[in-house]
T-cell receptor, first 115, second 118 residues
């Protein structure tokens, strides 16, 4: 069975600085998708970035980028130029490319942004 | 194009009562997923439905929980005889396409229903 692990329950970053959130996963599949979701206090799940496992190039979305290490089964999220609005829970998620397509989420990392 | 809608947003029930949570997927979406988020935890998959079919219910508790997605109307997650341990946020997500190998089908999440059992 696939699992997703986020080992940092909480992280803090100074405004305008850079922070990296860690995620590791376990799977025997060779093709899959990985995601980072942001959950602010409103609880709405907001997609931050996604990565297809067959792509070697790391995904980037504005200030958000990932470091995808397939062999190490690692998928970290880097937030550059942190803003107060980035404060939220961040969840890493895994999804197969076949089967029922359910997401498997990690336990989350609470990010605090300090002014 | 309205997003995924869930209602109610907040639901309070006493132990032993029934809870009905509704999810209206985005227009054109025929696949619905339900997830549960216990306090201070990540979302956990419960059930995956297509219109009139349950495709995967491997995450559903064996008793008291049921889900449906009728031909017309919203998807319903039903919890009978609620207990305090059912208190959680319940999220619905929908996706547009028939899943195909190596094609990306994003799930769009609703705002969730927070169930509180007294």
């Amino acid at each position: 069975a696939q699992t997703v692990t986020q080992s940092q329950p909480e992280m803090s970053v100074q405004e305008a600085e850079t922070v990296t959130l860690s995620c590791t996963y376990d799977t025997s599949e060779s093709d899959y998708y990985l995601f980072w979701y942001k959950q602010p206090p409103s609880r709405q799940m907001i997609l931050v970035i996604r990565q297809e496992a067959y792509k070697q190039q790391n995904a980037t979305e504005n200030r958000f980028s990932v470091n995808f290490q397939k062999a190490a089964k690692s998928f970290s999220l880097k937030i550059s130029d942190s803003q107060l609005g980035d404060a939220a829970m961040y969840f890493c998620a895994y999804r197969r490319t076949s089967g029922t397509y359910k997401y498997i989420f990690g336990t989350g990392t609470r990010l605090k942004v300090l002014a | 194009n309205a997003g995924v809608m869930q209602n109610p947003r907040h639901l309070v029930r006493r132990r032993g009562q029934e809870a009905r949570l509704r999810c209206s997927p985005m227009k054109g979406h025929s696949h619905v997923y339900w997830y549960r988020q216990l306090p201070e935890e990540g979302l956990k998959f419960m059930v995956y439905l297509q219109k009139e079919n349950i495709i995967d219910e491997s995450g559903m508790p064996k008793e008291r929980f049921s889900a449906e997605f009728p031909k017309e109307g919203p998807s319903i997650l039903r919890i009978q005889q609620v207990v305090r341990g059912d208190s959680a946020a319940y999220f619905c997500a929908s996706s547009p396409f028939t899943p195909q190998y190596s094609s990306y089908n994003e799930q769009f999440f609703g705002p969730g229903t927070r169930l509180t059992v007294l």
